[in-house]
């Protein structure tokens, strides 16, 4: 099956700082990727949609300029969180498909500290 | 809009026996997809199962099976035989048939699955 890679799975930041969270397609070309948010024991909240070479579309209440998304190329979408706070402190998944997929392939998953 | 519900928070399954985890769905669109995913503690999404709403065959996986009814928007997923390995939180999602944006996945809150030996 195809395969995503999101790294890092770990990292923990002091407040103030950014972090750059890299989602990469390893064997197919994600035309789409989805970045979501998941706090302890919830559901996924999906927080924006990226097509490559295109503006994400970030999903209401999703701070577009605390969350930038960059998806330059059909195999990686980065995800950074600009000026991290405590409460962003959360674990973040992206998954990507191809136009011609029925489904989306998901990363491992990166669990945020911001300290 | 379309939404995901799933009505049991936590079930429990003893070894080998059966265990059904239930899931409803709203949708105003005739053509869209169906998933179940697994995650384990490691919190990687797992595709167990899908169906596309234009089959009337429900889905099959191995130990995995799903009763699909269109008309009731229901969507419950089986695991027979159940294993340790099992034990996990399962999300039933819903996707539209389009792509782009369209293509997002929406979930339910999950359902915690316990297994016991």
């Known amino acids: 099956g195809a395969v995503v890679s999101q790294h890092p799975s770990r990292v923990i930041c002091k407040s103030g700082t950014s972090v750059k969270i890299e989602c990469r397609s390893l064997d197919f070309q994600a035309t789409t990727m989805f970045w979501y948010r998941q706090f302890p024991k919830k559901s996924l909240m999906l927080m924006a949609t990226?097509?490559?070479?295109?503006?994400?579309?970030?999903e209401q209440g999703v701070e577009k300029d605390k969350f930038l998304i960059n998806h330059a190329s059909l195999t990686l979408s980065t995800l950074t969180v600009t000026s991290a706070h405590p409460e962003d402190s959360s674990f973040y998944i992206c998954s990507a498909r191809n136009s011609g997929n029925t489904e989306a392939f998901f990363g491992q998953g990166t669990r945020l500290t911001v300290v | 809009a379309q939404t995901v519900t799933q009505s049991q928070p936590e079930m429990s399954v003893q070894e080998a026996e059966t265990v059904t985890l239930s899931c409803t769905y709203d949708?105003?669109?005739?053509?869209?997809?169906l998933f179940w995913y697994k995650q384990p503690p490691s919190r990687q999404m797992i595709l167990v199962i899908r169906?596309?709403?234009?089959?009337?065959q429900n889905a099959t996986e191995n130990r995995f099976s799903v009763n699909f009814q269109k008309a009731a928007k229901s969507f419950s997923l089986k695991i027979s035989d159940s294993q340790l390995g099992d034990a996990a939180m399962y999300f039933c999602a819903y996707r539209s048939s389009g792509g782009g944006s369209q293509g997002n996945l929406i979930f339910g809150k999950g359902t915690k699955l316990s297994v016991k030996p």
């Open positions: 990226s097509n490559e070479g295109s503006k994400a579309t970030y």
């Open positions: 949708t105003s669109e005739s053509d869209y997809y």
């Open positions: 169906q596309e709403a234009y089959k009337q």
